[in-house]
């Protein structure tokens, strides 16, 4: 009769065996892992099928007494396809935070106990003293069997230091994963140790493989949220090489006829329509947010230009105390700059733009208000390709929203919310 812990054995080992070939398949599929992620992942998810698939032929020799030769060596080759995954995870973790596993002392510190596990296995085929098999085909400790299983612990304690020590440069959802990963087969070996606990194993190695099977999909996320973001930037790149050709021919024009009428005014402009093109150039290779302070002098720089040419036409106020956060780059003054070309008409009444800023409970706020013409309601949920490629890159740059909606009394209103980074 099959006892109850043959089943969790067998449960266990299928569950393990499934997660280890729905990562090994996914390493191989998956088309947003480059080179070096793919290789890594195919040789580590095999590495857990072949340690799987053992299981079973252990299971096999287990359940038949008179194997107790080959169960001595099936436990050898399951103790070792236990333990490779290990260093191979140090890999991971040093590539992940940037660091040079060849030359990383965590890892030679790793391959180290590996082989010192790899000896005392070896040394525990030809003694007692670690384990051995009675002729009824059970698995019973010696004297020093805790001295077997030290390296590994070691292993796995060194690991999850790494882990902690560089926390600051893992994404959490990789911080965490990696946690995931280590503490419940380490808590499971620390117990193993005094007590046989192989279904406590083979659960802390399951749950093991499951984040690693989480870590392959986060990767494939982050690898897609990457390209996603190379276009965004692209597109705001393109936007700035693509400056309205008549606002720059207008502010020549005034500069060229000011330096008669007013010299000191066309310095200012110059000064003001220079810092304008360099943080519009600057922002072509910021990749990440920026604060908000420099995104408001692009605005401010901007703004002076235009009144410089339509004077009391455009009027301007802003109330920022709060400009400590960062945003997108090309946020802030692609919204101002919209709200001028749709809204100025020199022959009719000033058009007056409110630039506001506010610290919210959950992050920081960001409203540009105008008394323009207003837009037509469609707009709102369908915005034209400023506007979008704003939503866009706030949604993937700072998980921020933008939301556009018609003022009281005429104009339009673009409320922009940026939460608090953690």
Known sequence: MISLEIIDYTFLGGAML???????????????????????????FTALVLHSTNFFLELVVYLNPTLTMLQMASYYVDSMLSAIPFP?????????????WRKSHLFHVMLAMFGVFFILLSIAQFTTSFYYITPDNQEQRGPVYMLLLAPVLAMLLLLAAGVVRRRDKLSPQYYRAFIVCLLPVTLSLIVHMFVSAYVLLGIGQAVSAYAMYHIIERYSIDQDLRQQRQIASQRASIAVLQMRPHFVYNTMTSIYHLCDQDPKLAKQVTLDFTTYLRKNFTAIASENPIPFSEELEHTRAYLAVEQ??????????????????????????????????????????????????????????????DDGPGFDAAVADDPHTTLANIRQRLVMMCDGQLAIAARKGGGAVVQLTIPQRI
Not at 327 to 352: C, F, W, Y
């Open 308 to 369: 410089a040419q339509f004077e009391d036409a455009l009027l301007v106020y802003y109330d920022t105390p709060h400009t400590q956060f960062r945003v997108p780059p090309l946020t802030l003054q692609p919204i101002v700059e919209n709200a001028v070309k749709h809204g100025m008409d020199p022959d009719s009444v000033p058009l007056r733009i409110r630039i506001r800023t506010k610290e919210t409970g959950s992050g920081s706020e960001i409203v540009v208000e």
């Open 18 to 44: 499934l997660l280890s070939v729905l990562g090994l398949e996914s390493a191989i599929v998956v088309p947003s892992l480059d080179r070096w992620g793919k290789r890594f992942f195919i040789a580590f």
């Open 88 to 100: 191979m995870l140090a890999v991971y973790l040093l590539h992940c935070c940037g660091e040079d």
